[in-house]
């Protein structure tokens, strides 16, 4: 079969069966997505900046700090943080472009990064998490993959950077003793373009190669639930 768009997956460090975004600082390569989607469903209605589903039983706040994407319907392909919930509601940081209906079908995401604070916000801050790219195929290579940041966070006082990691091909990445620490002998680059990518190499079936992110936050940054996105092409033999 050919290589589509869902065999390249992004998955967590932190240990083989490591699941929580914040521990994903290096080490082994995680099964666990790094873009997991805790939720899905379709609004029974909906504005600029809520979206109500009368299905759901959420607990409150559960999912604030998260980002949600219309997948489907009106707004599709819209994405925006979320500042907090109630049981069937999501209140949004800021407004879509596209008021949501009954016909926008979406998912809930679990970002990479925690919210940022007002204290990061306040001071100033610098974390670091690391990730696998993961070829996913059964036998075709993924060929001169290349990684970059199209949309970067919506804030201007917070930036994200991607750089190479350390290990070789399906190796074990180095670790760092917290988010704040920096990984030893990693460039880090905004690659705001596949031209200005990070080069993965070619990634054999089954087989990973791991990614540094870094986010900076500007001192004096409004608190915010960033997103961005993390973008992988390559070549294949068919």
């Known amino acids: 079969m050919p290589m589509i768009s869902t065999d390249i997956?992004?998955?967590?460090?932190g240990g083989a069966s490591n699941?929580?975004?914040?521990?994903?600082?290096?080490?082994?390569?995680?099964?666990?997505?790094?873009?997991?989607?805790?939720?899905?469903?379709?609004?029974?209605?909906?504005?600029?900046?809520?979206?109500?589903?009368?299905?759901?039983?959420?607990?409150?706040?559960?999912?604030?700090?998260?980002?949600?994407?219309?997948?489907?319907?009106?707004?599709?392909g819209q994405t925006a943080s979320i500042a907090s919930n109630t049981e069937q509601g999501l209140v949004f940081s800021s407004a879509l472009g596209v008021a949501l209906d009954s016909?926008?079908?979406?998912?809930?995401?679990?970002?990479i990064f925690d919210k940022v604070g007002s204290a990061e916000s306040g001071a100033g801050d610098i974390e670091y998490r690391c990730i696998y790219v993961h070829n996913a195929h059964a036998t075709l290579t993924m060929l001169n993959a290349v990684a970059w940041v199209p949309s970067n966070t919506p804030s201007a006082s917070t930036v994200v950077e991607i750089g190479l990691g350390t290990s070789a091909m399906n190796g074990t990445e180095q670790t760092v003793a917290d988010e704040s620490a920096a990984p030893s002998g990693v460039t880090f680059s905004v690659s705001a373009t596949k031209g200005a990518g990070v080069s993965l190499g070619s990634i054999p079936p089954g087989e990973g190669r791991s990614a540094w992110l870094r986010r900076t936050v500007t001192a004096g940054a409004s608190a915010?639930?960033?997103?961005?996105t993390i973008r992988v092409e390559c070549e294949t033999e068919a």
């Open 103 to 111: 016909s926008s079908a979406y998912r809930i995401n679990d970002p």
């Open 9 to 13: 997956e992004y998955r967590l460090s």
């Open 19 to 76: 699941a929580v975004q914040v521990a994903s600082l290096g080490g082994a390569k995680s099964s666990t997505a790094a873009n997991a989607i805790m939720d899905t469903g379709t609004a029974t209605s909906g504005s600029t900046i809520t979206l109500n589903d009368t299905s759901k039983t959420w607990t409150v706040d559960e999912h604030a700090g998260r980002s949600v994407t219309i997948t489907g319907g009106t707004g599709s």
């Open 224 to 228: 915010a639930a960033d997103t961005f």
